[in-house]
């Protein structure tokens, strides 16, 4: 059975940086794509961003590429998700989720697995 387990929200200050952590058991094959999606209070859950396992690529949503950047740990069978330059806009319960297979989906119901919701809260 697959599970992710996140961790790393906190608050932190307009400017800061977080970095966030999904660790995922279960998968016996690397044919996956990993994602992080978010929702703010009161918004819909929206898609951040995604990696391929098998290719190390990866996509993200306009809003946060060139401060979001995600990234794997093959041995840990981690997937991260570095933010810098935080805005209070990026308040919001952040979300782990994966696939099988090995393409890029960016709705919330082309993904198999979910984790908990790690809060990340960014004062003004």
């Known amino acids: 059975q697959v599970e992710l387990v996140v961790s790393g929200g906190r608050l932190v200050q307009a400017g800061d940086s977080l970095r966030l952590s999904c660790v995922a058991s279960?998968?016996?094959?690397?044919?996956?794509?990993m994602a992080w999606f978010r929702q703010a209070p009161g918004k819909e859950r929206e898609f951040a961003a995604a990696l391929l396992w098998s290719t190390n690529l990866t996509y993200y949503e306009d809003i946060v590429e060139g401060r979001f950047t995600i990234s794997r740990d093959d041995a840990k069978n981690t997937v991260y998700l570095q933010m810098n330059s935080l805005k209070p806009e990026d308040t919001a319960v952040y979300y782990c989720?994966?696939?099988?297979?090995?393409?890029?989906?960016?709705?919330?119901?082309?993904?198999?697995?979910w984790s908990q919701g790690t809060q990340v809260t960014v004062s003004a």
């Open positions: 279960g998968f016996t094959s690397s044919a996956r794509t």
């Open positions: 989720a994966a696939m099988h297979g090995s393409y890029i989906g960016y709705s919330l119901d082309e993904y198999s697995y």
